[in-house]
């Protein structure tokens, strides 16, 4: 993963893909962030890669929400950007280089929180967040985060882990670390 301003010298005839562009992963934890977060804040990071799991899994999401018997609209319908199976269930290898970079561009705030970590939008980090929810590119899944959040906001992390283990037997639980989610 790479960002555009590497990019920027590669020859026209290789493709680009935006799942290998950094900024476009930092721009959907920003709008995680504002878009399901509490006030711009997310507690923990199990927590934000399981909304964010439900984010990128548009059918795994309605799936959920049918099993926990609540009714919701989901308007983006393909995997945007696969993730793995790790320790806690699903999760992205790039999350500490996208927080990273949001960090050190002062968009994002990771603090210690005993075992766990408070991601928070700054106030420059919230300013381009809500550019990114309104800007036509990103109103999709924009829309699909705020039924993430109307649906599965108020759940700790390790309860969406359970979740997800639960609901998700064979496409999460009995893969192997390291293995795709497809």
């Given at each position: 993963m790479k960002s555009l301003a590497n990019l920027a010298n590669q020859p026209v005839g290789i493709?680009?893909?935006a799942d290998d562009v950094l900024e476009f992963h930092a721009a959907r934890l920003l709008l995680l962030l504002r878009l399901?977060?509490?006030?711009?804040?997310?507690?923990?990071?199990?927590?934000?890669?399981?909304?964010?799991?439900f984010v990128r899994y548009p059918q795994f999401f309605e799936f959920a929400c049918k099993k926990l018997g609540m009714e919701v609209s989901v308007s983006v319908r393909q995997v945007e950007s696969s993730?793995?199976?790790?320790?806690?269930?699903?999760?992205d290898h790039r999350y500490y280089h996208i927080l990273s970079y949001?960090?050190?561009?002062?968009?994002?705030?990771?603090?210690?929180?005993?075992?766990?970590?408070?991601?928070?939008?700054?106030?420059?980090?919230?300013?381009?967040?809500?550019?990114?929810?309104?800007d036509s590119a990103f109103l999709n899944v924009a829309r699909h985060m705020k039924e993430v959040k109307k649906a599965l906001?108020?759940?700790?992390?390790?309860?969406?882990?359970?979740?997800?283990?639960?609901?998700?037997?064979?496409?999460?639980?009995?893969?192997?670390?390291?293995?795709?989610?497809?």
């Amino acid at each position: 993963m790479k960002s555009l301003a590497n990019l920027a010298n590669q020859p026209v005839g290789i493709p680009l893909l935006a799942d290998d562009v950094l900024e476009f992963h930092a721009a959907r934890l920003l709008l995680l962030l504002r878009l399901c977060g509490k006030s711009g804040r997310i507690e923990g990071l199990t927590k934000m890669a399981k909304l964010d799991f439900f984010v990128r899994y548009p059918q795994f999401f309605e799936f959920a929400c049918k099993k926990l018997g609540m009714e919701v609209s989901v308007s983006v319908r393909q995997v945007e950007s696969s993730m793995i199976k790790f320790h806690y269930g699903p999760w992205d290898h790039r999350y500490y280089h996208i927080l990273s970079y949001l960090e050190a561009k002062d968009l994002v705030s990771i603090t210690a929180n005993g075992n766990m970590y408070q991601l928070k939008l700054t106030e420059q980090g919230s300013e381009a967040a809500g550019f990114l929810a309104t800007d036509s590119a990103f109103l999709n899944v924009a829309r699909h985060m705020k039924e993430v959040k109307k649906a599965l906001g108020n759940k700790s992390g390790s309860r969406l882990k359970k979740l997800v283990y639960e609901i998700f037997k064979d496409e999460v639980a009995k893969r192997s670390i390291g293995e795709v989610i497809d």
